[in-house]
């Protein structure tokens, strides 16, 4: 089993639907990502968690909201989604600490969750 | 502004032959690099990181480079394999939770 894990993995969805992505994780790691990719754009932050009551916005958090409802669960909300939300969303994992914890302060990326918008 | 730059959008090199991956960047408060390789329909995987005290991290085939001077990071395989056609992302860290991403390089290994 994926020690992230993203659910949906594809929605096809229309304008001004709610909208919710899950992610989960075993790594026992206190900080969890989300990012978007778009073509040409690489990945984006959107939202960043450094444990259920420390929240932070990213660079593109405008039109999404998070909730951290554990240590291992942080969902991306779009509360009304539209068309140039399409993108693929990823969520990552990471440890606190000078190095990341792990010693070469790395993320941990889930597989991705592919969203179109109509 | 893009903090981070990749300028070259693929790269195309013969099986066996050197490939090198360059990555740019602008803030010089960037503590650590790292880079990731992608396979389509799969999430970004660490391939190597270095610290911005060091200026040479090899693992394998895989050898990474920063020239702080110059804010310039290089990443290369060598030998190439087939296997190793996926993009490739360079990402810089700011404090210890910031990551911003380059906007990725296509490598395609030739057999």
């Known amino acids: 089993d994926a020690d992230v894990t993203q659910t949906p993995r594809n929605r096809i969805t229309k304008t001004g639907k709610r909208i919710m992505l899950e992610c989960s994780q075993t790594?026992?790691?206190?900080?969890m990502y989300w990012y978007r990719q778009d073509p040409g754009l690489g990945l984006r932050l959107i939202y960043y968690s450094f444990d259920v009551k420390d929240i932070n916005k990213g660079e593109i958090s405008d039109g999404y909201s998070v909730s951290r409802q554990a240590q291992a669960k942080f969902s991306l909300s779009l509360e009304s989604a539209i068309p140039n939300q399409t993108a693929l969303y990823f969520c990552?994992?990471?440890?606190?600490?000078?190095?990341?914890?792990?010693?070469?302060?790395?993320?941990?990326f889930g597989e991705g969750s592919r969203l179109t918008v109509l | 502004d893009q903090q981070v730059k990749q300028n070259s959008p693929s790269l195309s090199v013969q099986e066996g032959r050197i490939s090198i991956l360059n990555c740019d960047y602008t803030n010089s408060m960037f503590d650590y690099f790292l880079w990731y390789k992608k396979y389509p329909a799969e999430g970004p995987t660490f391939l190597i990181s270095i610290s911005s005290i060091k200026d040479k991290n090899e693992d394998g085939r895989f050898t990474v480079f920063l020239n702080k001077s110059a804010k310039h990071l290089s990443l290369h395989i060598v030998p190439s394999q087939p296997g190793d056609s996926a993009v490739y992302f360079c990402?810089?860290?700011?404090?210890?939770?910031?990551?911003?991403f380059g906007t990725g390089t296509r490598l395609k290994v030739l057999a």
């Open positions: 990402a810089a860290r700011e404090g210890t939770y910031k990551y911003i």
């Open positions: 790594k026992g790691h206190d900080r």
């Open positions: 990552a994992t990471g440890r606190g600490g000078l190095a990341g914890g792990s010693g070469t302060g790395e993320l941990f």
